[in-house]
């Protein structure tokens, strides 16, 4: 069964950062890219992040370029965003979520989601 | 902003066929690109529903089914029931942005 657990989220005041983790199982993580999505209060889904399985290469939405940083160890099969100067607009719930193969650009599995609220 | 646009929100009586529609361009869309289908009920991560533009993941119930023509998608759910009452997202990807991409999300109603 696959599982994606995601942690590391909280309260943060605007410019301070965070990193959030989802760990993975029931899958092959090594051959499928990840990606991290996130849903703002009462507000549609946003596709931040994501990763390819077969070199590790990168892809950011614009909202987030500069800023996150997203990673994968695949001896711990776990993902990882690592999130810096954050701002009021970033508060959202960010979702782990594993594409169907590399880069295949569908999500079928997603975890439960991570509550990120950046605020003074 | 969505690069992909769906109606607000669509509302039908159990028993009944409701439909939506996810528009896109033809940088996404219309440039070939799958279209998949996400069910968020309350409260909850999202699921998938469809992918590839008409297949159903194995548990999905065949009252759900999608299309694609063009620049533009399909959700439609016959048999509307009380459970169906959710959130949908339709989701492809855009070469123009290098990104992936969501529609703005519909509410079904069942009345």
């Known amino acids: 069964e696959v599982q994606l657990l995601e942690s590391g989220g909280g309260f943060v005041q605007p410019g301070g950062s965070l990193r959030l983790s989802c760990a993975a199982s029931?899958?092959?993580?090594?051959?499928?890219?990840m990606s991290w999505v996130r849903q703002a209060p009462g507000k549609g889904l946003e596709w931040v992040s994501a990763?390819?399985?077969?070199?590790?290469?990168?892809s950011y939405a614009d909202s987030v370029k500069g800023r996150f940083t997203i990673s994968r160890d695949n001896f711990k099969n776990t993902l990882y965003l690592q999130m810096n100067s954050l701002r009021a607009e970033d508060t959202a719930v960010y979702y782990c979520?594993?594409?169907?193969?590399?880069?295949?650009?569908?999500?079928?599995?997603w975890g439960q989601g991570s509550l990120v609220t950046v605020s003074s | 902003q969505s690069v992909l646009t769906q109606p607000p929100s669509v509302s039908g009586a159990p028993g009944q066929r409701v439909t939506m529609s996810c528009t896109g361009s033809?940088?996404?869309?219309?440039?070939?690109?799958?279209v998949h289908w996400y069910q968020q009920l309350p409260g909850t991560a999202p699921k998938l529903l469809i992918y590839?533009?008409?297949n159903r993941p194995s548990g999905v119930p065949d009252r759900f089914s999608g299309s694609k023509s063009g620049t533009s998608a399909s959700l439609a759910i016959t048999g509307l029931q009380a459970e169906d009452e959710a959130d949908y997202y339709c989701?492809?990807?855009?070469?123009?942005?290098?990104?992936?991409?969501f529609g703005t999300g519909t509410k079904v109603t069942v009345l």
């Open positions: 989701q492809s990807y855009d070469s123009s942005l290098s990104a992936y991409v």
């Open positions: 990763i390819r399985a077969f070199d590790s290469s990168t």
């Open positions: 033809s940088s996404n869309i219309g440039a070939g690109y799958d």
């Open positions: 979520a594993k594409d169907d193969g590399d880069s295949v650009y569908l999500f079928d599995y």
């Open positions: 029931g899958f092959t993580f090594t051959t499928y890219a």
């Open positions: 590839g533009n008409i």
